[in-house]
């Protein structure tokens, strides 16, 4: 499981990647206020546009290398790289799919908290992981019996 730590990390990688800075929460805010509402909807923006800048990028490096090499190692090696980018454009296009939930969610004010028990998922968690969907409560057993059920 997770601690303080490793969250803090994971919240920095995240939301640096992005150019967004950790949300300051104050003392006795409201959980999912307008302002927490907003800076997640532009977590969740950031991250889609720039996962499509990459889909882009991606179209345009395949047909720019695509070539017909005489060599079949040469030819070998361009389809091995074309097929591992297209694998991880795949999991984009499922992690996409989840940034279009999320936002979905916070259209429907269902943002934030946990689909199984009802509870708030925590800024820190949001941060680290925007697309959660799980307290981390929820999330742990859901690994304990998914690792039960795969033995």
């Known amino acids: 499981m997770p601690n303080k730590e490793t969250?803090?990390?994971?919240t920095a990688t995240t939301l640096g990647a992005l150019g967004i800075a950790p949300y300051k929460e104050e003392d006795g805010e409201e959980y999912m206020n307008e302002s927490q509402v907003a800076h997640f909807r532009a977590i969740l923006e950031a991250w889609k546009k720039q996962l499509m800048e990459e889909v882009d990028r991606t179209v345009t490096?395949?047909?720019?290398?695509?070539?017909n090499f005489p060599d079949p190692v040469d030819r070998a090696s361009q389809e091995e790289e074309f097929s591992?980018?297209?694998?991880?454009?795949d999991r984009e296009r499922k992690?996409?799919?989840?940034?279009?939930?999320?936002?979905?969610?916070?259209?429907?004010?269902d943002y934030g908290y946990c689909e199984s028990c009802g509870v708030e998922?925590?800024?820190?968690?949001?941060?680290?992981?925007?697309?959660?969907t799980l307290c981390i409560d929820?999330?742990?057993l859901d690994e304990i019996k998914e690792k039960h059920v795969n033995r």
Do not use: Q
Not at 7 to 10: D, E, G, I, R
């Open 7 to 10: 969250a803090k990390v994971a």
């Open 61 to 67: 490096h395949m047909k720019d290398e695509a070539a």
């Open 84 to 89: 591992i980018e297209l694998r991880t454009r």
């Open 95 to 109: 992690l996409l799919k989840k940034i279009g939930k999320s936002i979905t969610a916070i259209d429907e004010e």
């Open 121 to 132: 998922i925590g800024i820190r968690r949001l941060e680290a992981r925007p697309t959660a």
């Open 138 to 140: 929820c999330k742990t």
